[in-house]
């Protein structure tokens, strides 16, 4: 069974929640939050083939056109996404516009990094067209799926830094940055799209990175034989929850429930019990 890193992330948060979802197949019904993510991956991917044209079309050392450039390509990419899709987002009671807005901004996020790694590129070597292509580093891919058959898991980084001596993941985050280190799940998260990097593109990984969009803040994390050590640790539980025929106990930090989609479904009892008999074939004598 090859898991995805966010069924380790998702174990860390709530053994149950992740039992729910992949064992007994509850859904929490935000079908709106499901299409609004494929999205956003689609777009992601096209922004990363639409790269190498931007690139190729740059003939001058000025941030602006350069960022100029960017945002031309990334838009238009961006239009024809939220074009195509837009009777999906409708039947789903998206808002269209304020979706696009969102989009919009990153993009443009993206746009500004982007441009400013070009320009520091060509403060190092004026070179221009099929030329910078090939020269630029690091090139930058923004998510991108990564797997190792090995530890039979698989996984979409949010960005990746490629180097000529090594490649650095990136998760980017909102939300709070923690006062110091990074939270447990995202320090796991990480860690797996480390290992999974270094794996899909056969280069040392030395170091990843989460980025706290809110706080503008990097915390990076290095690769040492413990990220290994705890990958395996964390993808063993998941496994075990994943294969148990058990119901896991309800999260002990009870806040977590007030913001579950799952939260009906979970603590009611009968019909837990069930969604465990038709999983069974038999009634348990206690389940929650
Ligand atoms: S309601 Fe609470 S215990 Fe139940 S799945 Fe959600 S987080 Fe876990």
Same mark, same amino acid.
């Given at each position: 069974m090859t898991l995805a890193v966010s069924d380790l992330t998702g174990y860390l948060y709530c053994p149950r929640k992740l039992f729910l979802e992949? &064992? %007994? !197949? %509850? /859904?929490? /019904? #935000?079908t709106a939050a499901a299409l609004k993510g494929a999205l956003r991956h689609d777009l992601y991917e096209r922004l990363n083939k639409a790269d190498e044209t931007a690139i190729k079309a740059i003939t001058k050392k000025e941030y602006y056109d350069i960022f100029e450039q960017f945002k031309k390509e990334y838009a238009s990419i961006l239009r024809k996404v939220i074009s195509y899709h837009k009777e999906a987002l409708k039947k789903v009671k998206v808002d269209i516009p304020e979706f696009y807005n969102q989009m919009f901004r990153g993009i443009i996020n993206e746009a500004k990094v982007k441009a400013r790694n070009i320009l520091d590129f060509l403060e190092t070597e004026e070179v221009y067209g099929d030329e910078l292509w090939e020269k630029l580093t690091p090139k930058i891919l923004v998510k991108v799926a990564v797997q190792d058959e090995e530890l039979d898991m698989k996984g979409v980084v949010d960005k990746i830094e490629m180097h000529p001596d090594e490649i650095v993941p990136i998760e980017i985050k909102t939300g709070k940055a923690p006062e !110091?280190? &990074?939270w447990p799940g995202q320090k796991i998260q990480l860690f797996c799209y480390m290992l999974l990097a270094e794996k899909t593109? #056969?280069? @040392? &990984?030395?170091r990843g990175q989460l980025y706290y969009l809110d706080d503008k803040e990097t915390r990076e994390l290095i690769n040492t034989p413990f990220v290994a050590e705890d990958v395996k640790k964390t993808l063993a539980k998941t496994k075990e929850i994943l294969e148990s025929k058990k119901l896991p106990d309800f999260v002990e930090n009870k806040r977590k429930c007030? !913001?579950? @989609?799952l939260k009906d479904q979970c603590y009611d009892s009968q019909f837990m019990e069930e969604k465990m008999f038709e999983l069974l074939g038999e009634r348990q004598e206690k389940l929650v």
């Open positions: 992949k &064992v %007994l !197949k %509850l /859904r929490s /019904r #935000d !110091k280190g &990074v593109f #056969d280069k @040392p &990984v030395k007030e !913001k579950c @989609p």
